[in-house]
């Protein structure tokens, strides 16, 4: 009898546990990413004709490659983008892509910050029902005329990289004094 007792103490735990699971995997419509900070890219928009052209990668395999010659907006610094009804591009997180996204994105003198989120088919753009979100953000430089906006994101060194450099060079400094005072 005891052998059972414990056994059925086990059944339950083991029923508690899949049902938190079941429940915590029903519920995750979305995959999330990290903050995106973007290596390399560019957005342009142009008034007259109208059109739209974003180029970005970053870590993490973030690629978002989109254009739209049917541009309709004012030359401005916050627009949104979708590939939906107009414009045509594809991007990936991780290797995954699929064939719907939106976003929206806002370029300052020298920032761009901005998300898009990517869908699997029209039926999951309806139910809201996405891949994956992005946010992501890029250090740069806006360049405006009359007619166009071009920002250009410029790659920032990770602090790691920065102090491997850093350190390299203090090390060099230092054995050039050791051998250069003998």
Same mark, same amino acid.
Request: proline share 4%; net charge positive.
């Given at each position: ?5 414990? #056994? ?32 390399? /890219? ?25 254009? #739209? ?13 979708? #590939? ?10 991780? /290797? ?6 939106? /976003? ?79």
């Amino acid at each position: 009898m005891q052998n059972l007792f414990s #056994n059925s103490r086990w059944m339950i735990r083991f029923a508690t546990a899949a049902f938190f699971l079941a429940a915590s995997l029903a519920l995750t419509t979305e995959a999330r990413a990290d903050n995106v900070i973007l290596t390399t /890219g560019t957005v342009s928009v142009q008034v007259p004709p109208g059109q739209t052209s974003i180029l970005f990668s970053g870590p993490q395999g973030f690629n978002l490659n989109y254009f #739209n010659s049917e541009y309709a907006g004012p030359l401005s610094t916050s627009f949104g983008f979708q #590939n939906i009804t107009q414009g045509f591009g594809d991007m990936s997180l991780n /290797g995954l892509s699929a064939s719907f996204f939106t /976003g929206s994105l806002s370029l300052t003198n020298l920032t761009l910050n901005g998300t898009a989120t990517r869908y699997a088919t029209l039926t999951d753009v309806v139910n809201n029902n996405p891949l994956f979100t992005v946010t992501f953000s890029g250090s740069g430089v806006l360049l405006s005329t009359s007619t166009v906006r071009t920002f250009t994101v410029t790659s920032v060194p990770e602090p790691t990289s920065l102090f491997l450099f850093v350190s390299g060079f203090a090390a060099v400094i230092s054995v050039r004094r050791k051998y250069g005072q003998k």
